[in-house]
């Protein structure tokens, strides 16, 4: 089946710093891909989504300032935060869809101190 | 906005017992789908539902859409410990196949061997 990479699977940050987020779509080309936050306990949020080339959709209360997304080629997106809090702490998966099918990541750990 | 509520959110069975889970909503949905996650991973898709009634079988797992496409249900027969995790059922946002997931609460499954 088609597999979705993430890297890094876990990241440490101090407050303040920016982190960057790959997420990979491995032996497909993906003609979308999505970014959700998952905090402890909960469901998965869709923060926003990015096609190859073009700016990304934001979804209401997501801020794209604090949340860069950059979608380089059919097989890369990243998310960078930007000046990281510890609210921002969470779980964050990305998503690449083909037509026919959505194929998620394993996740990135994000703690911020 | 569409909403997906699910029910239970906790669920604590032992091994060999039957269990279901229900997501439901106000909205109709062109298909829904469901999600099993483990800690620390992303959602692994189990199956996408699409036409009103329908019935999908996976060994022990069971699932309907419902005939007005507004609900699902997964039913989960002589559960195991290996069934043990996240389950998440989800449709497109904005009711079509636009790939932006809105995701139910989800439901943990305990099965005590």
């Known amino acids: 089946g088609a597999v979705v990479s993430q890297h890094p699977s876990w990241v440490i940050c101090k407050s303040g710093t920016s982190v960057k987020i790959e997420c990979r779509s491995l032996d497909f080309q993906a003609t979308t891909m999505f970014w959700y936050r998952q905090f402890p306990k909960q469901s998965l949020m869709l923060m926003a989504t990015s096609n190859e080339g073009s700016k990304a959709t934001y979804e209401q209360g997501v801020e794209k300032d604090k949340f860069l997304i950059n979608h380089a080629s059919l097989t890369l997106s990243t998310l960078t935060v930007t000046s990281a809090h510890p609210e921002d702490s969470s779980f964050y998966i990305c998503s690449a869809s083909t037509v026919y099918e959505q194929y998620f990541g394993p996740g990135t750990r994000l703690t911020v101190t | 906005t569409q909403l997906l509520e699910q029910s239970p959110q906790f669920l604590s069975i032992q091994e060999g017992e039957n269990l279901t889970v229900y997501c439901n909503s106000s909205s109709v949905f062109s298909s829904l789908q469901w999600y099993r996650q483990e800690p620390g991973e992303g959602p692994v898709l189990l199956v996408t539902?699409?036409?009103?009634?329908e019935v999908k079988k996976l060994k022990r797992l069971t699932f309907q859409f419902g005939d007005a496409r507004k609900d699902s249900s997964l039913h989960i027969t002589a559960a195991q410990p290996g069934d043990t995790g996240l389950y998440l059922c989800?449709?497109?946002?904005?009711?079509?196949?636009?790939?932006?997931?809105?995701f139910g609460q989800g439901t943990t499954l305990q099965v005590k061997p």
């Open positions: 539902v699409v036409t009103g009634g």
């Open positions: 989800a449709g497109d946002k904005q009711g079509g196949n636009t790939g932006k997931l809105i």
